[in-house]
């Protein structure tokens, strides 16, 4: 499930969260219910056009660019059902995660955790593998146990665990290649208050406190500033919960608040949108070790050219066929960078060092991988194609970008020419007045 969103200022123009993703589709439909995109997706498989389906716009690669048709869910929003007893519900897939949290906070009803952003769709969260942090906590797409899709031909598919093992495992995060979701079916718990605590120290005092900080929180993870070597630490508990204040002398108190869990965790949906991101998720065992290294060459060659910060989180093991996540814990580092800034040489240059951990990319976030290397990656590699192939028999939901993704052979010039002009920025300059972004 894609990401994207539409730009206001044109009907045919869309464009992604940092502006970095633009481009003109012959159409941009916003089908009223199932029956309407089940017609839209049959007539483009009749003619052989590509279907693409957009969310809220928080990626940074082409996922949803086509030439042909975007659509998007933004009619097909709420809460169909729900089950206080059962700790389940039921949302129409162009939710966000904003609404959602609202709706079922008033049914006593609430996600596990969630990531820094609530503006993204459900379903597109759910597609790209969005996370928040915690090392018992799986990504988003952890708790969907169901649903419904407009397959590639047109058709209707309900979906369960108890029925469909398999397909829900591919389905959990499937960049909108099996299938257009239009209800997924949610595994939830009772409602929540949550704490909020952030730290202001430095790498060389807290270095030593990460593994501990991990242990004892409920959410925990940190950002780097590149420029300063300061860090923010976060951490998230109940009320009261997690490592003691006394216990963080190191570390300077900077915000102390409680709250509703849809209300307080995620922080980041007033910041501004233009930046770029890569991000890879590696073993965790390997994390911190990785972690040092990329800091080491931040320091050493890009320090004055990275104007944000690096962020560090912990994901749970999970059983998707695609998840970044799959059969391993997790730390994750993000690399971030402005979006007027260039982006591709850094991240070019760090990247080499997350793959010698046998890092996996983030499916919405910038990295150079294709087909070959992801394979290697994924152990259900092979099972994901075939149900994909099963449901999208004629490659209707493949755009050009995601035949590179997963059907293109290392050396198949069309995959080289896309990743091409993905590097091609134009408009981009340095900038190395700025300092670390706040």
Same mark, same amino acid.
């Given at each position: 499930m894609g990401q994207e969103s539409a730009d206001e200022s044109s009907a045919e123009t869309w464009s992604n969260w940092s502006g970095s993703v633009s481009f003109e589709p012959d159409e941009i439909l916003e089908p009223a219910d199932e029956e309407e995109l089940r017609e839209i997706v049959s007539a483009c498989? &009749?003619?052989?056009?590509?279907?693409r389906v957009a969310g809220a716009g928080h990626s940074w690669t082409p996922v949803v660019e086509t030439e042909d048709v975007v659509v998007s869910l933004a009619n097909m929003t709420g809460v169909v059902d729900h089950d206080e007893d059962a700790k389940t519900a039921t949302l129409y897939a162009g939710t966000t995660l904003e609404e959602a949290?609202?709706?079922l906070h008033d049914r006593d009803l609430a996600f596990p955790n969630?990531?820094?952003v609530s503006m993204q769709t459900v379903a597109g969260a759910f597609g790209t593998g969005t996370h928040g942090t915690g090392p018992t906590? &799986?990504?988003l797409s952890g708790s969907l146990v169901g649903g419904r899709m407009v397959t590639g031909t047109g058709d209707v598919r309900e979906f369960d665990a108890e029925n469909d093992p398999d397909l829900l495992r591919a389905a959990?995060?499937?960049l909108g290649t099996l299938g257009i979701f239009t209800e997924v079916e949610l595994d939830l718990q009772t409602t929540y208050k949550i704490q909020r605590r952030e730290y202001c120290t430095n790498w060389r005092e807290c270095r030593g406190h990460i593994p501990t900080l991990i242990e004892e929180n409920r959410n925990f993870d940190f950002y780097w500033y590149p420029r300063s070597d300061e860090v923010k630490l976060r951490l998230l508990n109940a009320p009261g919960g997690g490592t003691d204040h006394n216990d963080l002398a190191y570390a300077t108190l900077v915000e102390d608040q409680t709250g509703w869990w849809q209300e307080t965790i995620p922080e980041h949906d007033d910041i501004g949108r233009e930046f770029d991101e890569m991000e890879y998720a590696l073993p965790f065992e390997d994390g911190l070790e990785c972690f040092e290294r990329v800091?080491?060459?931040?320091r050493e060659h890009w320090r004055a050219d990275v104007g944000w910060r690096l962020l560090v989180r912990t994901v749970a093991a999970d059983d998707a066929f695609l998840s970044t996540e799959y059969d391993r814990q997790t730390m994750t580092i993000s690399c971030i960078q402005n979006a007027e800034l260039e982006h591709w040489p850094y991240f070019e240059d760090i990247e080499p060092i997350f793959r010698?951990?046998?890092g996996r990319p983030h499916w919405g976030k910038k990295h150079t991988l294709r087909a070959p290397e992801l394979q290697e990656l994924y152990p259900e590699w092979d099972r994901f194609q075939e149900i994909r192939r099963e449901l999208d028999p004629d490659g209707v939901f493949l755009s050009e970008y995601l035949e590179d993704l997963l059907e293109a052979e290392s050396d198949d010039p069309a995959s080289e020419r896309q990743l091409a002009t993905e590097r091609t920025e134009p408009g981009r300059s340095r900038d190395e007045s700025g300092g670390d972004e706040p």
């Open positions: 498989a &009749e003619a052989g056009r590509t279907v949290g609202t709706k969630l990531g820094d906590f &799986e990504n959990q995060l499937s800091r080491e060459r931040v010698e951990y046998e």
